[in-house]
């Protein structure tokens, strides 16, 4: 089975974070002591430009080269990342959407706002008219 771009390219995604000034802990998470089903965020600092520590870098890329090296269910490990590529794809696209709309949410606001300033321009400024001084 030949393993296609794709696959690569999300490990080389995996490696790197999104935006590495955002994510300040580490993505893994540890497991609770004492139970068997809990799990809690790591504590720990992520590597400069990664989304891991490098405790939990170290135990991902060993558990994955050693998959590769077997060779035992890359089919399934091939449609995973796949089926995550797409999902990344996606909320990429997404957030493109959701910039784009604000950006012309925006352009309309300052074209209502510069008609209004036009409007204003337009419209006479009332007359004033001196009063005659009053007598008496």
Known sequence: MALTPAFFHFL?????AANPLLMISCAGLERLSGEEQGWTNCPREAIRGDRFCAAHRDALDGAFLGLLRRGKNLHAI???FEEAAEAMRNARRKERWHRARARRTEKRRLELAT???EAQKDVAPPE???AAPETS
């Open 12 to 16: 080389a995604l995996l490696s790197r």
């Open 78 to 80: 091939q449609i995973l």
């Open 115 to 117: 008609q209004a300033t």
């Open 128 to 130: 004033v008219t001196a």
